[in-house]
């Protein structure tokens, strides 16, 4: 089946770093990528939608120069965190979706901001 | 906008027990529906889905049919194990591939033996 992959699993950082988190589809093209933001005990929040080639789509709320988004290969999406603050402590979440409605849910990474 | 709402948990029940996880949307248009899993530790996994009215997903014993008339995807197992503890989410997507997935709350089951 489809695999996408993320790295970091976990991350801490400091608080006024920035962090880079990589989405990776293994065994398959993902024109579209998604990343989602989990909180604890809630649902996944849409961010971003990711295209290859061009500028992410932020959603409402979402701010794009600081949760920078590049979908430079039809295989590898990152999502950096500039400038971290302890409420950016949250799981990120990324999805790729290939040419169905499906989409293949990364692992997530776990961000803790001291 | 588009939104899915799900039962609240947590679920705690017994081994063998039959699961009832009730979920309704609204959406504008016709989507497509699913339920995911998030094991402990895990990402989501597609536990089933059903892309238009009457259809049934299934998939481990899980099912869930595609309620129009009532807006609902209510997933149910007849038998629940040990291993079926998990968070489960509903989560509709509109139109075409590529498009966000909306996602419920997602509902935390506990299954002891």
């Known amino acids: 089946g489809a695999v996408v992959s993320q790295h970091p699993s976990r991350v801490i950082c400091k608080s006024g770093t920035s962090v880079k988190i990589e989405c990776r589809s293994l065994d398959f093209q993902a024109t579209t990528m998604f990343w989602y933001r989990q909180f604890p005990k809630q649902s996944l929040m849409l961010m971003a939608t990711?295209?290859?080639?061009?500028?992410?789509?932020?959603e409402q709320g979402v701010e794009k120069d600081k949760f920078l988004i590049n979908h430079a290969s039809l295989t590898l999406s990152t999502l950096t965190v500039t400038s971290a603050h302890p409420e950016d402590s949250s799981f990120y979440i990324c999805?790729?979706?290939?040419?169905?409605?499906?989409?293949?849910f990364g692992p997530g990474t776990r961000l803790t901001v001291t | 906008g588009d939104s899915v709402t799900q039962m609240e948990g947590p679920v705690t029940l017994s081994e063998e027990a039959f699961l009832t996880i009730n979920c309704t949307y609204t959406?504008?248009?016709?989507?497509?529906l699913f339920w995911y899993v998030q094991y402990p530790g895990e990402g989501l996994q597609l536990l089933l889905k059903a892309t238009k009215a009457d259809d049934k997903g299934s998939n481990k014993g899980f099912e869930a049919t595609y309620r129009k008339e009532t807006t609902s995807f209510h997933l149910e197992k007849g038998s629940v194990q040990v291993s079926d503890s998990a968070v489960y989410f509903c989560a509709l997507s509109e139109g075409q591939a590529g498009t966000a997935l909306i996602f419920g709350k997602g509902t935390t089951l506990s299954v002891s033996s």
């Open positions: 959406a504008t248009g016709y989507p497509s």
């Open positions: 999805s790729a979706s290939p040419v169905s409605y499906e989409q293949y």
């Open positions: 990711s295209n290859e080639g061009s500028k992410a789509t932020y």
